[in-house]
T-cell receptor, first 113, second 117 residues
């Protein structure tokens, strides 16, 4: 069974631009969540989608948004990029119920210059 | 809300020695507990999880963890480490049965385990 797939793996953007990251969950998983990982703040939860609906949201500004499609694939978007948005963005998937194992992708490395 | 404290940011150890990575948590509700490992330039891989039942949980790669409710701890142990265990380890919690924080793990700051030959 294929794991969680994230694209692109690496990207460089300029301040003020926007970026879209893509995630394909494990087959059969309906929940997709996103995390930001930085050396200073560690791993922080961004949001979670289940069957195309956002069920949970972390404490990030509105520049960070996401969506989920009917095939459970998800995208997250960051608008008006700031230098501090440079991070590893991790996507994770699960069956969507409390206690289910959450499986992570290898992440998308975003550098903002 | 939950919080997780990993008591050691770095743990150096020699190959074949035992190791313990410490994790304490705080929560006003029951929790499920997890340990993940992250190798360089990779995502997170689940080592083990505690949902209920026996407080001693066995995971992959010879790791185990013990849930201690009175001390709100979930320490990770391995009796004999290998060079290949060098990585960063994260303890995480999520609300337990009846919780609605779907997909939301609260992580500790991580412990870098370095195994020396």
């Amino acid at each position: 069974k294929a794991g969680v797939t994230q694209t692109p793996r690496y990207l460089i953007k300029t301040r003020g631009q926007q970026v879209t990251l893509s995630c394909s969950p494990i087959s059969g998983h309906r929940s997709v969540s996103w995390y930001q990982q930085t050396p200073g703040q560690g791993l922080q939860f961004l949001f979670e989608y289940f069957s195309e609906t956002q069920r949970n949201k972390g404490n990030f500004p509105g520049r960070f948004s996401g969506r989920q499609f009917s095939n459970s694939r998800s995208e997250m978007n960051v608008s008006t990029l700031e230098l501090g948005d440079s991070a590893l963005y991790l996507c994770a998937s699960s069956e969507g119920f409390t206690g289910n194992t959450i499986y992570f992708g290898e992440g998308s490395w975003l550098t903002v210059v | 809300a939950q919080s997780v404290t990993q008591l050691d940011s770095q743990v150096p150890v020699f190959e074949e020695a035992p190791v313990e990575l410490r994790c304490n948590y705080s929560s006003s509700v029951s929790v499920y507990l997890f340990w993940y490992v992250q190798y360089p330039n990779q995502g997170l891989q689940l080592l083990l999880k505690y949902l209920s039942g026996s407080t001693l949980v066995k995971g992959i790669n010879g790791f185990e963890a013990e849930f201690n409710k009175s001390q709100t701890s979930f320490h990770l142990r391995k009796p004999s480490v290998h060079i290949s265990d060098t990585a960063e380890y994260f303890c995480a919690v999520t609300p337990g049965a009846g919780g609605t924080s779907y997909g939301k793990l609260t992580f500790g700051q991580g412990t870098i385990l370095t195994v020396h030959p």
